[in-house]
T-cell receptor, first 113, second 111 residues
């Protein structure tokens, strides 16, 4: 079983609020990722990190930001939530070695009202 | 960059029958092709993967085939069971590059 955790599982919040989605892994993985999953199932990469102090934007433009101060922790922040941010957010991690499995957390379902 | 197409988007199969999901990729350098299963309320989980030096891999009722010349790979599930109902994603990558996922297939097993 994957040792990667996301909190909260569900979040309903008002427009304009600042939110942080937490993601932690205990596997010592250098690579970490954030995906946004729309109701149509498709996974969109919004941020990734290959190690401490390394963050990159993914394929889908996002107003969120991320930080990687510690290997095990990769939080995602929205400074001012909007209804368009309503979605499922999935965090994942993998080893540095080539062609290795990505482990996913259970996701945070965010609803902005 | 890599582009992965996945078909079909939805698939309904009678329990006990076989299910096949197909993916094509664009970057001939890609050499790693995993398949993930996502159950309701959970994150995707790896079920099988194949590397470019292998044409076929099997794990109990699940098998994956790879055709590098045609740049496509397929997931085969035999003797389907209700617990196989889920969303399945294919993916491709090269070396240390990040995975590129397909658009997903919602598989429903009809009892």
């Amino acid at each position: 079983e994957a040792d990667i955790y996301q909190t909260p599982r569900y979040l309903v919040i008002g427009t304009g609020k600042k939110i942080t989605l937490e993601c932690s892994q205990t596997m010592g993985h250098d690579k970490m990722y954030w995906y946004q999953q729309d109701p149509g199932m498709e996974l969109h990469l919004i941020h990734y990190s290959y190690g401490v102090n390394s963050t990159e934007k993914g394929d889908l433009s996002s107003e969120s930001t991320v930080s990687r101060i510690r290997t095990e922790h990769f939080p995602l922040t929205l400074e001012s939530a909007r209804p368009s941010h309503t979605s499922q957010y999935l965090c994942a991690s993998s080893e540095t070695a080539m062609n290795t499995e990505a482990f996913f957390g259970q996701g945070t379902r965010l609803t902005v009202v | 960059g890599e582009n992965v197409e996945q078909h079909p988007s939805t698939l309904s199969v009678q329990e006990g029958d076989s299910a096949v999901i197909k993916c094509t990729y664009s970057d001939s350098a890609s050499n790693y092709f995993p398949w993930y299963k996502q159950e309701l309320g959970k994150g995707p989980q790896l079920i099988i993967d194949i590397r470019s030096n292998v044409g076929e891999k099997k794990d109990q009722r699940i098998a994956v085939t790879l055709n590098k010349t045609a740049k496509h790979f397929s997931l085969h599930i035999t003797e389907t069971q209700p617990e196989d109902s889920a969303v399945y994603f294919c993916a491709a990558s090269f070396g240390n590059e990040k995975l590129t996922f397909g658009t997903g297939t919602r598989l429903t097993i009809i009892p």
